[in-house]
């Protein structure tokens, strides 16, 4: 429930601001001035949407397989699906080096799951079925969609700051102009750092929903644990192939050397698993999080690792 409110928060503050905005520029200069950025960032966006779900199997090097390629992988997806209550999504395999899965589409019936090759080597088939849980939630609950929505309020920030900062007119209104573009930019800023918030809010939803639909805590947990410990061990190379599409992924790849230290508060016999026993210990502990960590959150597409699984310990009730 803390979650859905909020969601609901963050949406209620992101368009109260786009009502500010356009308040603000229709005071000043007329609402042509802000319809024209907000026109254009809705058809930009628009065409995202459209073709994102190409681009996005393009950038992660999918090849999707059929049910005689990859038979156990459809059999959970389709055990998931039906468990989340949509359709089964396409089922892809990525070609990416390092462990991961991710999940896009337009809507329900257009959702696409992939996996790198790396994950199928990594997990076992409960953590691989945890995993796959959480990115059948994002599709559920049309993740992709949310999130694209959010992206463009900060767009149309830009564009109006772009467009009021270098506006030519006379002298009085040039300073009008310059003085909500500056605000513009302003509300540019603090608008991604929420739109990060909501993308932080819909990773803790989908690990809630992968429980939901039958997955347990702790192979949740034990699957992100190894994912952080096996994109720790790639190159360096490796990892700067998932430089602007981290947001799909389980978790953040980039993330994983400065993950490593905090994880080892929660494997207590360093056996490289979270069981049962040990997410239970971990409701009840105080967990040391650095400074600098709190920070890199609030800049990231995903909650910080240790928070994330200590929610998952919330979720277990043996």
């Known amino acids: 429930m803390w979650l859905q409110v909020r969601l609901y928060l963050l949406l209620g503050l992101m368009f109260g601001i786009l009502y500010a905005l356009i308040v603000g520029v229709s005071a000043a200069f007329g609402i042509s001035h802000f319809a024209y950025y907000a026109i254009l960032s809705f058809v930009l966006v628009g065409i995202q949407y459209l073709i994102g779900p190409a681009i996005v199997g393009w950038a992660m090097k ?3 397989v059929s049910e005689q390629e990859a038979p156990g992988l459809h059999k959970v997806v389709a055990e998931l699906a039906r468990a989340a209550g949509i359709p089964k999504p396409r089922v892809g395999i990525s070609r990416l080096p390092f462990p991961n899965a991710f999940a896009f589409g ?4 257009d959702g696409r799951v992939c996996v790198t090759e790396g994950i199928l080597r990594l997990l076992s088939k409960d953590e691989l079925r945890a995993v796959l849980g959480h990115e059948i939630a994002h599709i559920k609950h049309r993740d992709m969609m949310l999130i694209t929505i959010l992206s463009v309020i900060p767009m149309i920030c830009w564009y109006v700051a772009w467009g009021l900062m270098w506006a030519r007119s006379d002298n009085r209104s040039s300073g009008y102009a310059a003085l909500i573009g500056l605000g513009a930019f302003a509300l540019y800023f603090i608008t991604n ?8 809010i819909r990773e803790y939803y989908a690990d809630l929903d992968s429980v939901r639909i039958g997955n347990a805590p702790h192979h949740l947990a034990t699957a ?6 096996g994109s720790a061990r790639m190159p360096k190379g490796a990892l700067k192939q998932a430089e602007g ?4 992924f389980v978790n953040d790849p980039s993330r994983a050397w400065n993950e490593i230290k905090e994880l080892q508060q929660i494997d207590l016999d360093m056996s490289g698993t979270i069981d049962s026993s040990e997410l239970m210990a971990l409701r009840a502990k105080s967990v040391r999080i650095g400074t600098a960590d709190k920070l890199m959150e609030v800049f990231s597409t995903h909650p910080n690792m240790l928070k994330r699984i200590q929610h ?3 979720l277990t009730t043996r």
């Not at 337009?106 to 019936?109: A, P, V």
């Not at 992100?224 to 410990?229: E, F, G, P, Q, T």
């Open 312 to 314: 998952l310990s919330t």
């Open 62 to 64: 999918v090849k999707y």
């Open 224 to 229: 992100l644990y190894k994912l952080v410990y």
């Open 193 to 200: 750092l929420l739109v990060l918030y909501g993308s932080r």
């Open 245 to 248: 599409l981290k947001a799909f």
């Open 106 to 109: 337009r809507f329900k019936g």
